[in-house]
């Protein structure tokens, strides 16, 4: 095992963690913040990047492509929350959990109706097709961009959360929504206005995602369960939390599943340690999960009230 190649697996797992990231602030936001539990939040991944490959093949252009993600991922949760999910915010997490399941289903079907059962693939936009040299080492340019693009999402975030007047009013509705609310603030427009928040940000996960991964239906609901798993080690309702956590679960995932194989077959058959190695990465991040809920229960890095 050469410098280079830990050193490419670890930018590997900081771009994993970064997507990971895109998903888990817009869920945190909406389910940390508002109390809602949306597991719908996996459709609108999906469509973003159904519809920033659609608009991509059609166009050629990756911003046009990024346009139609995210707009068109915003403009489909402020109708879905607007319709459907208002209803159920007063509502208990059970029936919340039934309702927005209903709607992952709904949106799985959809899009096999329009888009067909057949998997889409996105090439990367032109100028990212080849590879950027990173301390000597070769990195494929994209996945170099998705690095970026996720770090300037975080930041743009924190910059918004905490030097702004629609941050604070976000912190303070997190805290006390009652007391924002009889000082004059909308907090049916705030909570709207975090949805949508919620919604772009899993259309642009999406977009991101689409020349990587296979575009196809119920692309999201796996990706959710790991999102959860961020979520809960980082800190329920913290964008601090939901980036942090994304980072290790990213990083354990993607280092495991290379160096694990590896030391299996010193003590299995390469069959079965290049089979049983990735699972076991996979089963980690989950037991890391466990052992943050039994000592932390809180998250490692909860939401500063």
Do not use: C, K
Request: aromatic residues 10%; without cysteine; glycine residues 12%.
């Amino acid at each position: 095992m050469t410098w280079e190649l830990a050193f490419l697996q670890a930018l590997n797992g900081l771009q994993y963690g970064l997507l990971l990231f895109l998903l888990a602030a817009g869920l945190t936001l909406v389910l940390g913040i508002m109390n809602f539990v949306n597991l719908a939040h996996a459709s609108l991944y999906m469509l973003g990047a159904y519809l920033g490959a659609s608009a991509f093949a059609g166009s050629g252009s990756f911003l046009i492509a990024g346009a139609a993600a995210v707009f068109g991922t915003l403009a489909i949760g402020l109708a879905v929350e607007r319709t459907t999910l208002l209803a159920f915010y007063a509502r208990d997490h059970l029936d919340q959990v039934l309702a927005t399941f209903g709607l992952l289903l709904f949106f799985n079907e959809l899009v096999r109706v329009i888009w067909g059962p057949q998997s889409m693939y996105m090439r990367p936009p032109d100028g990212f097709t080849g590879t950027v040299s990173l301390f000597g080492a070769l990195y494929p340019s994209y996945r170099f961009l998705v690095i970026v693009a996720g770090l300037a999402v975080a930041l743009g975030m924190y910059l918004l959360i905490h030097y702004t007047r629609i941050g604070m009013l976000i912190r303070a509705g997190a805290s006390n929504a009652r007391m924002v609310s009889v000082l004059g603030v909308n907090i049916r427009l705030l909570n709207t206005l975090l949805f949508g928040m919620g919604a772009a940000l899993a259309g642009l996960a999406g977009l991101m995602a689409a020349p990587i991964l296979a575009v196809q239906p119920g692309m999201g609901d796996n990706v959710l369960i790991v999102v959860l798993v961020v979520i809960v080690i980082g800190g329920i309702g913290s964008i601090r939390g939901a980036f942090f956590g994304a980072l290790i679960v990213g990083v354990v995932d993607t280092v495991g599943r290379t160096y694990l194989p590896l030391a299996l077959r010193q003590v299995a058959e390469r069959t079965i340690a290049d089979a049983a190695g990735p699972a076991l990465a996979s089963m980690l991040i989950f037991l890391f999960m466990a052992v943050v809920l039994a000592f932390r229960p809180q998250g490692l890095f909860p939401a500063r009230r």
